[in-house]
């Protein structure tokens, strides 16, 4: 379903990435744990298809989801036409039903801005779920998020990806969130950094 063989990311002389090596099947979930700046988003990203300057080959499923740090909501919609907008093949009833399996059945004409923090971030996960997607990629989502709300976002999370079947790439450098998300823990290591499998 995915197959990583990256051997090389450089930015100008830096080389960021090393050798990372990766295959992943339908409905698996891997969490990859490192410090802050070792070049876990990077790996993302490149997984994604948004950075294309690379040494390796990435072979990648055709529906990909990408969850970012923030919510990255379109100030000027409504949570309706935040969805739908990303979603040009979805209609109303399923952004519904998108938002009332996050807990914001009643919100579908609010905007952004009259949202809390929380709801902000479940409408964000709304979007990444809306569809059916092959891959998901969390791109530390949890950041910043008091422990209350982190404890909701990452068992509405879990939810859905159990709901949906969905494979997951998930990267974080908190590694409490592996168990809750059900993933397989990966590890990245050195400078460059190399992505490290724990048998």
């Given at each position: 379903m995915l197959e990583i063989d990256l051997l090389n990311k450089t930015f100008g002389k830096?080389?960021?990435l090393g050798s990372c090596q990766l295959k992943l099947q339908s409905g698996e979930r891997v969490s990859i744990l490192g410090p802050s700046g070792i070049g876990k988003s990077t790996l993302l990203r490149i997984v994604a298809g948004l950075d294309t300057?690379?040494?390796g080959n990435v072979n990648?499923?055709?529906r990909i989801a990408f969850m970012f740090q923030g919510p990255n909501l379109l100030e000027w919609r409504n949570c309706y036409q935040n969805l739908l907008i990303f979603h040009p093949n979805a209609n109303k009833e399923q952004a519904q039903a998108a938002l009332h399996q996050v807990g914001l059945g009643d919100k579908?004409?609010?905007y952004p801005r009259q949202l809390s923090?929380?709801?902000q971030r479940r409408l964000a996960?709304?979007?990444t779920f809306l569809?059916?997607?092959d891959l998901v990629l969390?791109?530390?989502p949890f950041t910043s998020l008091d422990p209350k709300l982190k404890a909701e976002m990452l068992a509405l999370t879990r939810s859905l990806l159990d709901r949906s079947g969905t494979s997951m790439i998930h990267v974080t450098h908190d590694a409490t969130e592996v168990d809750t998300l059900g993933s397989k823990a990966l590890e990245m290591h050195g400078n460059p950094a190399e992505l490290q499998h724990n048998e």
């Open positions: 830096q080389q960021i300057n690379y040494d990648r499923p055709e579908g004409m609010h923090l929380g709801q996960l709304a979007r569809s059916k997607t969390l791109d530390e």
